[in-house]
């Protein structure tokens, strides 16, 4: 037997933080889908203690070894400590324990907060990822559908997993790291209901604006090398309820806020690839982001693509109508072959 240790994840130079995230005097504050921590370890045992804090609806942890999943389960509310491995080789392993669920706008004052580590065993600082993505998105990007069967309809946080994402799997792939920003139901202009308040672009430039401690300016030291953008998912629905007569000057004002909303991240991402990757649940809007792209090169923006996503079918859907798992494998090989075709990284990596 080992010595047993606990350690205040504030004080562990030896963490790297995923994610947008803030840290204050009890820990590493997460807002967003697979924010949390990664590290190397070798040892026995290890438990994490994380302190939660939620209304209706539970929020979900989930743990990597070596880039795949090994675990997720429901926090309870308060601070408590969550057996995360056991009876280990004492080899060494990359770990990762992240934040699954998107933040719940009508829970503001909601936390997520991972205060400390335990173990018998040693940590040790990650090697640098060897590409960073960030990206930006709706329910789909937060993984929702990929737990469950295809008749579990009913809303509930436990349908909502990153970990099974196209996002989880295209970093993996290319031995990376990302940052996502994304919330169910909202679009680059308006919602699924056609509330203009809840767009992304609207808060893109906050910590994360949809929790009241993280409503404060992104630093945005943290460079990717491509962005990825699937938006538009709710924008179309929103279209289809509009009267006939206003649905022609809905589409040039998407293709407005789209070109916008691409100048928006350039400022603030001067040497990434800005990949618009739309699609798996309809693909109605195509035209309109193809375009967008189009105007964004006359204007002079450089490094910049749109591709089509393969939609969801009877064989690759998710729970709660939205893509499955094989839907979002399929992305994943969709947007890496786009990458590595257009020299955006290399094939070896």
Request: proline share 5%; charged share 20%.
């Amino acid at each position: 037997m080992g010595t047993v240790w606990t350690k205040a994840a504030r004080d562990m130079q030896e963490l790297q933080i995923l994610g947008r995230s803030m840290m204050d005097e009890q820990g590493i504050r997460l807002f967003w889908p697979l924010s949390g921590i990664r590290f190397l370890f070798s040892g026995t045992r290890l438990s994490c203690e994380i302190e939660c804090t939620y209304g209706s609806m539970p929020m979900y942890a989930a743990v990597l070894l070596d880039k795949a999943p090994i675990l997720r389960f429901p926090l309870e509310c308060g601070r408590h400590t969550y057996a995360i491995l056991g009876g280990m080789d004492r080899k060494q392993h990359e770990i990762e324990i992240v934040r699954e669920t998107q933040p719940i706008m009508d829970e503001p004052d909601s936390t997520f907060r991972i205060t400390a580590l335990e173990g018998e065993g040693t940590v040790y600082a990650p090697k640098q990822a060897a590409v960073h993505i960030e990206f930006i998105g709706d329910s789909i990007t937060c993984g929702e559908g990929t737990t469950g069967a295809p008749g579990n309809q009913t809303w509930h946080t436990v349908y909502l997993s990153p970990v099974n994402s196209y996002m989880r799997m295209l970093t993996a792939a290319v031995k990376g790291d990302c940052h996502i920003i994304a919330e169910g139901g909202w679009g680059l202009y308006s919602d699924w209901q056609d509330c203009q308040d809840h767009n992304i672009p609207a808060i893109y430039e906050r910590v994360c604006a949809l929790s009241q401690d993280g409503d404060t300016p992104y630093n945005f030291q943290w460079q990717p090398d491509v962005v990825v953008i699937n938006l538009g998912t709710n924008d179309a629905s929103a279209l289809q309820n509009l009267p006939d007569a206003d649905r022609h000057e809905r589409l040039r004002t998407l293709e407005t806020e789209a070109v916008a909303f691409l100048g928006m991240i350039r400022k603030r991402y001067p040497s990434a690839f800005l990949l618009w990757a739309y699609g798996m649940a309809e693909q109605s809007l195509s035209g309109v982001f193809r375009y967008a792209i189009t105007r964004a090169r006359q204007e002079g923006m450089e490094r910049v693509g749109f591709i089509r996503l393969t939609d969801m079918n009877e064989e690759t859907i998710g729970s709660r109508q939205h893509p499955g798992i094989e839907c979002h494998r399929q992305a994943k090989d969709r947007i890496l072959s786009y990458l590595i075709k257009n020299n955006v990284i290399p094939s070896s990596k």
